[in-house]
């Protein structure tokens, strides 16, 4: 891909990023590239149904609610190993981190399916990653039109600046926890919903507090999910299934081909 088919990040896009936590990019994605997604995201969910796959970490019925995660699905479908190394997307990840380069920690798909869903409750995510330092940050695609009712991501602005506070259990935890996971400092700052329409996407640092609402409209809500690891940050032995496999000593930078660089200055 030439320069040409970059995204045009601004200066100030890089700003916002830094000072709230989260930045909402619109048409990143073609409606094509979209429908490629999907049609594999389609094929992951059969194959998983078929042959009985363990693509998640967790599949208790708690958690089930919440959303089908389908993890490192580029190892096994090459549409989604292009996707995770679309310089377009990668591209953004690396200039909102100001880093030399940034590698991938994984993918996921992310379903939350109609009726009987549940919200994902208040979190951040560094806290779960086997990582000494923050600066991990997730890209997350819209398949779907995500509304409110569709359960589009919602986020507490300037909660990155907290660092990190104590892990909830996601599978298991009240949905309407901020107040819960919030400092007092933070009571009077107001979430931000991010509708997105399919191809658009926010990019969220891992320490910003987010939410989904459960899915309420009769259609599933469909997120491909790309987390980059930006260069400098060291592994830290923590339990994560894609953690256990990584055979990198604590204290170590990331490398290897489990982490490949996506996209580099
Ligand atoms: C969600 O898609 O519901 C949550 C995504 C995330 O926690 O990063
Ligand atoms: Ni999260």
């Known amino acids: 891909r030439g320069p040409m088919n970059l995204y045009s990040l601004t200066e100030d896009h890089v700003r916002f990023y830094e000072e709230h936590g989260y930045v909402q990019l619109d048409n990143v994605l073609t409606m094509d590239e979209v429908e490629v997604l999907r049609r594999a995201v389609a094929q992951a969910v059969d194959d998983k149904n078929k042959y009985n796959l363990n693509l998640g970490p967790r599949t208790d019925e708690g958690y089930a609610k919440v959303f089908l995660q389908m993890v490192n699905l580029w190892e096994r479908y090459p549409v989604l190993e292009d996707y995770i190394h ?12 100001r880093s030399k380069y940034v590698r991938l920690w994984h993918d996921q798909a992310l379903i939350k399916y109609p009726k009987d869903s549940k919200a994902t409750a208040w979190h951040q995510d560094t806290v779960y990653w086997p990582m000494n330092e923050a600066g991990g940050l997730s890209c997350w695609m819209a398949l779907d039109e995500v509304t409110v009712e569709r359960g589009c991501m919602w986020f507490v602005p300037g909660s990155h600046k907290l660092g990190p506070l104590p892990p909830i259990d996601l599978g298991n935890v009240l949905p309407d926890n901020l107040d819960a996971v919030l400092p007092a400092s933070f009571r009077g700052v107001k979430p931000v919903a991010v509708e997105l329409k399919p191809g658009s996407c926010t990019f969220h640092n891992g320490l910003t507090f987010h939410y989904a ?33 990584s055979n990198l000593q604590p204290g170590e930078e990331f490398h290897g081909p489990l982490f490949p660089v996506l996209a580099r200055d």
């Open 213 to 245: 609402g459960p899915n309420v409209t009769d259609i599933p809500r469909r997120a491909m999910v790309t987390i980059f690891i930006p260069a400098g940050i060291t592994y830290k032995k923590h339990t994560h299934i894609v953690g256990d496999r």
């Open 86 to 97: 679309n310089v377009r997307v990668a591209e953004i990840a690396r200039k909102l981190t």
